[in-house]
């Protein structure tokens, strides 16, 4: 039962990290109707922000945990979003009213460049980093033990959650999004500016996995410039098993496939447990294709 509690909180502290980045998948085709591949590399920029943040923070004599890491945090979730504004004007809004196609091959192509323009920059090795936050919470007379950063995962995961719900049913922010999610032409009939608000839903995506980008290296302890290739397609997964457009199955996809991945790798192995991710998507999208929580599109005529 230890050894189970144990990869039931790793398995949720990574499904936390894969329904992040998936909510950003989910909010772009919610409004927009494409995904947006380039999405994995926005992760993985956030990641060197925040690791490039840290380090100088210690070259300015800065060395207080709680502040290094709000600093950390606040630097990776604005640069992120400056890629993430550029990403849509760049590959998508002059693409916007072309075949569906255009927009798909422009969304790659940004993610081949900006994993290169990384690699560039920052060079090809991996790029290590010590730990900020040491020590662990143990649980059933030390049977159990957490990391107080994957903790922190699950907590501040949950606390982005509500607020991003509450963000979506509550504000006009919110109800210009779920307007344009709807019908975007009416919408800007109506007042709306939809370039807006399509600008800032890629903002909001991209400052999310920013959050996801700084809690991997904060768990893991090295990043590269390709991470964001297979976490983007793994995000991408949980964005389609939980219901593409809907933000809690978003999350609830990520939380599945961590879990999948955690308990697989755990019991079995790890060298298959992608296989097993992947077999529980093609068997979701066989007997039910909207995903579990999605909805049928119903087609107006």
Known sequence: MDYFIQQLINGLS?????????????????????????????????????????????????????????????????????YGWTVERIAYRPLRNSPRLAPLISAIGMSIFLQNYMQILQGARSKPLQPILPGNLTLMDGMVSVSYVRLATIVLTLALMIGFTMLITRTSLGRAQRACEQDKKMAGLLGVNVDRVISLTFVMGAALAAVAGMMVLLIYGVIDFYIGFLAGVKSFTAAVLGGVGSLPGAMLGGVVIGLIESFWSGYVGSEWKDVATFTLLVLVLIFRPTGLLGRPEIEKV
């Open 14 to 82: 990574l499904g936390a990290i894969y329904g992040l980045i998936a909510i950003g998948y989910t909010m772009v085709y919610g409004i927009i109707g494409m995904i947006n591949f380039a999405h994995g590399e926005i992760y993985m920029i956030g990641s060197f922000v925040a690791l490039i943040t840290f380090l100088a923070l210690g070259a300015l004599g800065i060395t207080w945990v709680p502040l290094a890491l709000v600093v950390m945090l606040a630097a990776s979730m604005l640069f992120t979003s400056v």
